[in-house]
């Protein structure tokens, strides 16, 4: 195996990486600041060190596009699991400089845990799956919108059981207020708990269609 002759840490934002680069040879320690806008110039300057290369950044908001440009560049990059990243205790300033400079060392110790980089199908299966858990929770809210509305007016589903069941849809589509914007702010609260419904039932289809793929 060849040896690393050039190891970076990297503390990846939205619009710059702060890195921190360990050259073998000398044992100096080095910094640079790059834009993260495109992911091009940041694998084009990984490319100009001295190799093999090693690289690393935590996993993140910024996701797995880096590390996937960077291998496919023949880069090796790690994306670390932030949970599991050793610090000292009480150590509770953090700067970019510094997060980078400590994933370095650590990963010149071997003392970090990398997790497996997703495949663009996968990570696109994984929106679809983020999607409808947050439509699941907006549409709870929604419909307790709804419930509370009724209730501070004194209008109770008089079924002892199955709410948002079919039938309680049709009791919930006739109830009518005599005051105009208390109706209206009603049938809106209703319309929102309806496209919600629409919107999940689309995304549990699509899913549907996922599981059953060859990929899955």
Same mark, same amino acid.
């Given at each position: ?22 050259? #073998?040879?000398? $044992?100096? /320690? ?16 990984? $490319? ?6 090693? *690289?690393?950044?935590?996993? !993140? ?5 880096? *590390? ?9 990059? @790690?994306?670390? *699991?932030? #949970? ?16 980078? @400079?400590? /994933?370095?060392? +650590? /990963?010149?110790? !071997? ?22 858990? +947050?439509?699941?929770?907006? /549409? ?20 002892? *059981?199955?709410?948002? #069941? +079919? ?6 589509? =006739? ?6 914007? =208390? ?11 309806? !496209? ?15 599981? +059953?793929?060859?990929?899955?």
């Amino acid at each position: 195996m060849a040896v690393t002759m050039t190891w970076i840490g990297l503390d990846v934002h939205a619009r710059s990486v702060e890195a921190s680069v360990v050259d #073998s040879a000398s $044992g100096e /320690l080095s910094r640079r600041r790059v834009s993260s806008l495109e992911l091009g110039p940041i694998v084009e300057w990984l $490319g100009t060190l001295p190799g093999p290369v090693r *690289a690393c950044y935590e996993a !993140g908001p910024s996701g797995y596009g880096l *590390a996937r440009a960077a291998r496919a560049a023949g880069i090796s990059m @790690e994306v670390i *699991a932030p #949970s599991k990243t050793p610090r000292r205790p009480g150590d509770r300033i953090k700067t970019d400089r510094r997060d980078a @400079e400590l /994933l370095v060392r +650590q /990963l010149m110790a !071997g003392a970090l845990t990398a997790v497996r980089v997703p495949s663009i199908g996968e990570e696109a299966a994984r929106d679809v799956v983020r999607s409808r858990e +947050q439509i699941r929770r907006d /549409l709870m809210r929604a419909r307790h919108r709804v419930s509370k509305l009724l209730l501070r007016n004194g209008r109770v589903y008089p079924a002892a *059981a199955g709410t948002w #069941s +079919q039938a309680h849809r049709e009791w919930l589509s =006739r109830q009518r207020f005599d005051e105009a914007d =208390r109706n209206l702010g009603y049938l809106d609260a209703l319309a929102a708990v309806d !496209g919600l419904i629409a919107r999940r039932d689309a995304l549990t289809e699509r899913l549907s269609r996922i599981a +059953q793929s060859d990929e899955w």
